[in-house]
């Protein structure tokens, strides 16, 4: 019975890899099964080879198991499939080939071996260093540097969070990637959430960019090659800041499954069992977008894009629960529509968070494109 029990439970499992999770709890299966997909398929012939043994349910049992372990594979499949396609899709989009790239980078969209190999990325250690205080608040950043000697370019990291939790030690381990790549890397922290809604955020990105250049000299950070990355409320916050913060230098910014139509999600809201989105929108714009419709409109990306607007690359999971990948699509067609150059990953089977793992298959697609798109707006090897 246990076993019966054992493979219905890794069926539904694998099951998010092609569904939305249902609730906040499952989230987090979300990301694991995906991500660490021969994990949970070694569990998979594990119970098949205990079925193939047992007696009661024997060939039900063996089947569920292979199909089980076929969906759990799936993600490995697909993400082949979609880099089968990317460099040439990058180069399209970028300019940007494999050729171009120098010293340490992901040589291949996706690689089976990478799993359990890693990605060669060495530790560099940070520091770190309060850039601001703002009404005596204390507002740090972490500075990961770059591997390589002289003025290099620097990439500035914006954590997610829903604008009210979260700080900048979020999947640390990207920060420590793009240094061995050849970035300097500035992680900062903001203020949150109710306590501090918009444009707080906004004015605390600024004081960061302030601190960087006036310590520029130290720090080895070329101001004429900055570059920003941000995740769900930290891509928000940075494709804000792209498209209408007015900062020299700004080359590119990457955003991985940010809300860009403020208005529109409001409409649109969440699963209630994952986030009431409703109510952490209204925390950080300060009310509904009845109430304070100019903030709704200030710090919704789509609705400032230009023909000048900042190189933009987003990254998006069709199983996004948390914020839906229309969005994306949207902010895709405005930009093309406004002739900037831009990229939009799909992940197919991508849920919130879906880099978590730099060496799953999402991980891979994610660093191997977010790297040729830096490489092509700051020219970091030439």
């Known amino acids: ?53 047992a007696k009661r349910m024997r060939y039900s049992s063996i089947i569920l198991s292979l199909i089980t372990f076929f969906i759990l594979s799936s993600p490995i499949v697909r993400a082949y499939n979609v880099g089968s ?150 891509a928000q916050i940075i494709l804000t800041m792209a498209y209408t913060g007015n900062e020299s230098g700004v080359k590119g910014v990457a955003a991985f499954y940010g809300a860009v139509a403020m208005p529109w999600s409001y409409k649109h809201p969440d699963n209630i069992n994952i986030m009431d989105s409703k109510l952490v929108q209204r925390d950080f714009l300060g009310g509904t977008p009845e109430e304070v419709p100019e903030r709704y409109n200030a710090e919704s990306p789509l609705f400032h894009v230009k023909a000048n607007s900042t190189p933009t690359f987003l990254a998006h999971g069709i199983n996004d629960a948390h914020v839906w990948h229309i969005q994306s699509v949207a902010m895709k067609k405005e930009l093309d529509k406004h002739g900037v150059k831009n990229y939009l990953l799909t992940i197919p089977w991508g849920t919130h968070g879906f880099e978590y793992n730099l060496n799953g298959p999402a991980g891979q697609l994610s660093m191997y494109s977010v790297e040729r798109f830096f490489q092509s707006v700051t020219n970091k090897g030439k």
């Open 1 to 53: 019975m246990i076993r019966i029990i054992l493979i219905l439970f890794l069926f539904i499992l694998s099951l998010v890899n092609f569904f939305p999770v249902p609730s906040q709890s499952t989230w987090y299966a979300g990301i694991a099964v995906p991500e660490f997909p021969w994990i949970f398929m070694l569990v998979a012939l594990a119970l098949t080879v205990w079925s193939f043994y």
């Open 85 to 234: 396609t990317l460099p040439q899709e990058l180069e399209k989009a970028y300019g940007i080939k494999d050729t171009d790239m120098m010293g340490f980078h992901q040589t291949k969209p996706f690689s089976f071996f990478q799993m359990f190999t890693g990605n060669g990325a060495k530790d560099i250690p940070f520091k770190t260093y309060t850039f601001a205080e703002p009404k005596g608040e204390k507002l740090e950043l972490n500075f990961t540097p770059s591997a390589l000697p002289g003025i290099r370019p620097c990439l500035v990291v914006v954590h997610g969070g829903s604008w009210k939790q979260g700080n900048n030690s979020e999947i640390a381990a990207v920060n420590n990637y793009f240094a061995n790549v050849g970035y300097q890397v500035a992680t900062i922290n903001y203020r949150l959430a109710p306590k501090h809604p918009s444009p707080a955020q906004q004015e605390d990105l600024h004081s960061a960019f302030k601190w960087l250049r006036a310590n520029a000299q130290k720090l080895k950070i070329d101001t004429t090659n900055f570059v920003m990355l941000g995740r769900s409320a930290g």
